[in-house]
């Protein structure tokens, strides 16, 4: 039987984060959160229509957060001015993803249909989508904080005054962040100590004028600092504040203008 694992750094955050230019690292970081949730929502559609056909309202859920997540994350990070039409290819691209599990759609609808710039090699994630489910923890719990920088950094980039679609889309995430973002670690103490920490400090989120990128440095500290998510030798994994500015310069350059 073939393995199923996939090759995968599970380094410090704070070693690989800055590997590769800008725009590879937010495209590899941006494919793999996406598709992960793609993954984690045909598992969800598979679950709930053979073993528990009662529960389709779960699986309008789980549709709904890939939407909004796709919106969301899309916008921020590219800066992408939707049309009426997008909204349209949008419903279209789930149904691609989901449905019919072609996951060359993301790719597709990004570059030709929202003009987004990028590299011609695929992601590991776009190479290996089948097996995105079978990431443990560690391996896909550094994308996952990745994305949550990235999208911090570009929540303090972004002007809510600069477009109509970007106040509404720094809205969703509050929402999005806040709640049922959680569910991707598919780890249940992770999840729950996840739904604490962002319970905790709502009102600072939910702040329109908290700044998102330190807001996240302080959380990854209270995060790691958890017993369970010390390295072998026991110590503490504490992202300081030279390596967030290091960081915040980097991911500057990769977000578009």
């Not at 908290?210 to 504490?238: C, D, P």
Request: proline share 2%; charged share 25%.
């Amino acid at each position: 039987m073939d393995s199923i694992q996939v090759p995968w750094d599970t380094k410090l955050f704070q070693d690989e984060f800055r590997q590769g230019t800008p725009q590879e690292r937010l495209e590899q970081t941006t494919m793999m959160f996406l598709l992960r949730l793609v993954a984690l929502v045909k598992e969800e559609m598979h679950i709930r229509t053979f073993r528990k056909p009662e529960s389709h309202e779960a699986v309008q859920a789980w549709i709904s957060l890939l939407k909004h997540t796709l919106f969301a994350t899309l916008t921020l990070l590219y800066n992408v001015r939707w049309t009426v039409r997008h909204f349209f290819l949008l419903d279209n691209l789930v149904f691609d993803l989901v449905h019919e599990g072609r996951v060359s759609a993301l790719r597709q609808f990004m570059t030709q249909e929202l003009n987004i710039s990028m590299t011609n090699s695929l992601t590991l994630a776009e190479r290996n989508f089948e097996k995105l489910n079978f990431l443990n923890i560690v391996q896909f719990g550094s994308s996952f904080w990745r994305l949550l920088h990235w999208m911090a950094q570009a929540m303090d980039m972004r002007d809510a005054s600069s477009h109509p679609v970007i106040d509404m889309t720094k809205k969703i995430w509050r929402e999005l962040i806040t709640e049922p973002l959680y569910r991707l670690l598919r780890c249940g103490i992770c999840m729950t100590h996840m739904r604490h920490i962002m319970q905790e400090m709502k009102s600072e989120l939910m702040d329109e004028s908290t700044q998102y990128q330190l807001i996240w440095f302080n959380i990854h500290n209270k995060v790691t600092a958890r017993k369970m998510y010390h390295t072998a030798t026991q110590s503490q994994n504490v992202y300081s504040e030279s390596e967030l500015e290091k960081d915040s310069a980097f991911m500057r350059q990769g977000l578009s203008p």
